[in-house]
């Protein structure tokens, strides 16, 4: 595999990645921290910071948007619930050194 192959499967892999979790808001992304260390935010920052390393032009905002697949004031709304007890004290937990 050459290094074009290689980015162009990666990039299949983020596209089906961010398919699948606009499929599925009801994984919420405390949910998402707790079981696997990441969630939307936190794909949304590495694709701000993969826009900076090439000195592209993107907002935070446009970051989100490509993950959420609108803008993340409208998907709160619809979307994100208050977090439970158990999931705050989760994740809590998980922010421990």
């Not at 089906?16 to 260390?37: F, K, T, W, Y």
């Not at 969630?39 to 900076?52: P, V």
């Amino acid at each position: 595999m050459n290094d074009q192959e290689r980015t162009e499967l990666e990039a299949a892999a983020f596209r089906r990645l961010v398919q699948h979790l606009r499929s599925r808001p009801d994984a919420q992304n405390i949910d998402l921290m707790n079981l696997a260390g990441f969630c939307r935010n936190c794909l949304s920052k590495w694709y701000k910071a993969a826009a900076d390393d090439l000195d592209i032009e993107v907002s935070i905002d446009e970051a989100r948007e490509e993950v959420y697949g609108m803008p993340y004031a409208e998907w709160k709304k619809r979307y994100q619930k208050e977090a439970t007890p158990e999931q705050q004290a989760a994740f809590d937990k998980s922010q421990k050194p």
